[in-house]
């Protein structure tokens, strides 16, 4: 008899399903015949401007490299987020994307007598690593489409050792300000640790929102989670870190593996830390996105949640999934996010200003078609 190996998989495993990226362009170029150089990608959230000149030219130089393992340790990486954010060496855990880092902190602090507790709308990967090695998911109605702490706060149990926290919110957009996140790590007892996911921080740009490094000193219990993937530019090069209490950051770094960060992605992500007029540059043509997006949105009829991220979740009716289909064929790839617990949405991340246009025109297109076959 042949042995089924799915059974031998521990059981939070075998009932997982992978988590669906965004669908690339090569794959839809396959599926549907079409020109590769006419597809737009606004479903993975990522940087329209292309990688920073900065790192470039870091990432050419380190491949004469290649044939040497990495800097296990990242020094040069963590000196330049020592400078930038005034904190210490021995505070950072680098991840082979801040994903990695999130599944990190789960297999440090969580088993299956444990509960995680997230929001309903909140990141896959939260639900996915709890389950993964066991633990108790506990997903918190949203309120508004985003993380009601209240009600978070009040989950808290003598099980629980996680509370993962997206603030901006992904798939979402929302986001709390300074005073709402300070009220609730008030709450929160000090063996319960909070993941603050900011991996969309750096859009945020006024004083009300909060920075959750400053919050470290009176909250060791906090974890801050970032990325590179996003505003820097460097999604495909995969680094993330945490900026924890040392003592946090050490139990981190018996887990994480030696060389999960590769040498070109530390060059690079070291090189954009310095790289101003690439971050001034993203949030501007973010910020302009944004409205361009819900104007065209607004000029349609159609209700999407306000974003504080670098894409908009917009409501497209019952048949998101005949229209997504359809922007596919108009060679428009954006997400879909049934998946998320919103099969009415489509989330469409920022693009240039040409791409941001083709969007509009393709969805209501398919809007219109979708109407008349309805």
């Known amino acids: ?34 020109n590769p150089s006419e597809i737009i990608k606004l479903a993975s959230n990522e940087n329209p401007l292309g990688p920073s000149d900065k790192a470039m030219a870091a990432a050419r130089k380190a491949l004469d490299e290649m044939c040497l393992y990495p800097d296990g340790n990242g020094f040069n990486l963590k000196q330049a987020l020592c400078r930038r954010y005034g904190i210490e060496m021995d505070q950072i855990t680098l991840g082979n994307g801040s994903n990695d880092v ?8 969580a088993d299956a007598d444990s509960e995680v507790i997230y929001s309903q709308y909140a990141f896959a990967v939260y639900p996915l690593v709890a389950q993964a090695i066991g633990a108790r998911g506990i ?28 603030n901006p919110n992904n798939p979402t957009g ?6 709402a996140i300070e009220a609730f790590m008030k709450r929160i007892p000090e063996e319960v640790l909070v993941v603050l996911d900011e991996a969309y921080c750096e859009y945020l740009t006024g004083d009300e929102y909060p920075d959750g490094l400053d919050l470290l000193e009176r909250y060791p219990n906090l974890i801050v989670c970032r990325t590179f993937s996003k505003a820097w530019g460097l ?56 409205r361009q997006l819900e104007e065209g949105l607004d ?19 019952e048949d998101a999934a005949g229209i997504y289909r359809s ?25 240039l200003a040409s791409e941001n246009e083709r969007f509009l025109e393709a969805l209501s297109e398919a809007m219109i078609t979708a109407g008349e076959e309805g």
């Not at 089924?4 to 549907?32: F, N, T, W």
């Not at 997903?139 to 997206?166: C, E, K, Q």
């Not at 960060?261 to 690439?278: G, S």
């Open 235 to 290: 999604a495909a090069l995969r680094v993330g870190y945490a900026i924890s209490s040392p003592a946090i950051a050490d139990i981190l770094n018996r887990v994480r593996q030696p060389f999960n960060v590769d040498t070109v992605a530390l060059a690079a992500a070291t090189a954009v830390l310095d790289d101003e007029d690439y971050l001034k540059r993203s949030r501007d043509v973010n910020e302009a996105g944004l």
């Open 1 to 34: 008899m042949a042995v089924d190996y799915q059974s031998l998989a521990v059981p939070g495993v075998r009932a997982l399903s992978p988590y669906q990226p965004g669908k690339p362009i090569e794959e839809l170029a396959r599926e549907l015949g079409l």
């Open 327 to 351: 922007l596919l064929n108009r060679g428009v790839i954006v997400r879909p996010v049934a998946g998320y617990g919103m099969p009415q949405h489509l989330r469409v991340s920022v693009g």
């Open 139 to 166: 997903s918190v109605p949203a309120r508004d489409w985003g993380h009601d702490l209240d009600a978070m706060a009040d989950a808290v149990t003598d099980r629980t050792r996680l509370i993962f926290v997206a």
């Open 174 to 179: 929302t986001v709390h300000k300074s005073d």
């Open 102 to 109: 999130l599944e990190v902190i789960t297999r440090c602090f």
């Open 299 to 317: 000029r349609m009829g159609l209700l999407y949640i306000p974003s504080a991220g670098n894409f908009v979740t917009v409501e497209v009716g």
